[in-house]
């Protein structure tokens, strides 16, 4: 079982050094704030699928997040007007539910629809069951947003990123070939590539984590 939701997001605020210095008086409540957003996902039946940083903690220890990622439709964000909007696009969405930041991956995007139907499942947080993406829809998402933020020059987030990917393919072993097949359709050759290229480097850093693992544990 996995901590509460509300937890994480209050112990992400609270262990970030860049929000010492600012007032934090709403972040005792952040754990109240959570749950009414998922009572409220249940009261109106919303078809939400759990991504980001919290669902990545389902899998793997140690991922520090203040907000909350999900990927939704449209018309289901449109019957939670309590989530105030404060930026949008066809693809992906921003706002404030109370206190709580909340980003949202819309169904516009055909890829984030194929995860949001075919790479989910349950996993409990506290005493909540939630519907969260899979290892494989979380690495399809980790993927698919490096070659924009390469060329943003977002390397703080790229670091975030490839590190989640090492994470999980250092615990999970997945075919990458598998993900390769399902990303290709969507982005473009180059940037297909470009992920490659990265999924290479990583795999050399994990064959050397194992190498190092062994010796650790006196097989070789």
């Not at 977002?154 to 097949?181: C, H, P, Q």
């Amino acid at each position: 079982m996995t901590t509460a939701i509300g937890e994480i997001i209050r112990n992400g605020v609270l262990f970030d050094m860049k929000n010492w210095s600012q007032s934090m008086e709403n972040l005792n409540s952040l754990p109240e704030v959570v749950d009414q957003l998922f009572a409220t996902f249940a009261e109106r039946q919303i078809d939400y699928l759990l991504v980001g940083g919290v669902a990545l903690l389902a899998y793997i220890e140690g991922r520090n997040t203040q907000d909350i990622d999900f990927i939704l439709s449209r018309d289901d964000l449109s019957i939670v007007p309590e989530i105030n909007l404060t930026s949008e696009d066809k693809n992906f969405a921003r706002g404030t539910f109370g206190s709580l930041q909340i980003d949202v991956l819309l169904t516009n995007n055909r890829l984030f629809r194929l995860i949001k139907d075919r790479y989910a499942t349950e996993q409990i947080f506290g005493d909540r069951i939630i519907r969260c993406a899979t290892v494989q829809g979380l690495l399809l998402l980790k993927f698919y947003a490096l070659p924009s933020l390469y060329r943003q020059g977002r390397f703080d987030k790229v670091n975030i990123y490839e590190g989640d990917i090492t994470a999980m393919l250092l615990t999970y072993g997945l075919d990458l070939s598998v993900l390769w097949k399902i990303l290709s359709p969507h982005v473009l050759a180059s940037d297909l590539q470009a992920m490659q290229e990265t999924a290479a480097d990583i795999q050399i850093r994990i064959a050397r984590f194992q190498a190092q693992r062994q010796m650790l544990s006196g097989d070789i």
